[in-house]
């Protein structure tokens, strides 16, 4: 499968923004999905994680309340609303894939992964 993220920017603090992730190859819907984020000088991290078929969800701690991941398998595409954003949330985005039944949650554990994409909250 191949991702591709989009949707990222540069808001003000207490704004939103939905990022995008459209999976393109084999069957979108075999797939749990994730996002994870990385900022400068710091490791890779969960965020969200969604199951095939959107049934299950699970979030980071410092996101839960905040963000909502969601899909729509007969567009192929992953989301990622993100509301309420603090200067800390200041990342690049990825979105991963995973063909397993079980929620992942470390990115050793994803295979898949679209290119990225930045976000910015000023404060």
């Known amino acids: 499968v191949q991702l591709q993220a989009s949707g990222g920017g540069l808001v003000q603090a207490g704004g939103s923004l939905r990022l995008s992730c459209a999976a393109s190859g084999r069957t979108f819907s075999s797939y749990n999905m994730a996002w994870f984020r990385q900022a400068p000088g710091k490791e890779r991290e969960f965020v969200a994680a969604?199951?095939?078929?959107?049934?299950?969800?699970h979030y980071a701690d410092s996101v839960k309340g905040r963000f909502t991941i969601s899909r729509d398998n007969a567009k192929n595409t992953l989301y990622l609303q993100m509301n309420v954003l603090k200067p800390e949330d200041t990342a690049v985005y990825y979105c991963?894939?995973?063909?397993?039944?079980?929620?992942?949650?470390?990115?050793?554990?994803?295979?898949?992964w679209g290119q990225g994409t930045l976000v910015t909250v000023s404060s």
């Open positions: 969604i199951s095939w078929s959107g049934r299950s969800t």
């Open positions: 991963a894939a995973d063909p397993l039944s079980e929620l992942k949650y470390s990115p050793g554990e994803y295979n898949y």
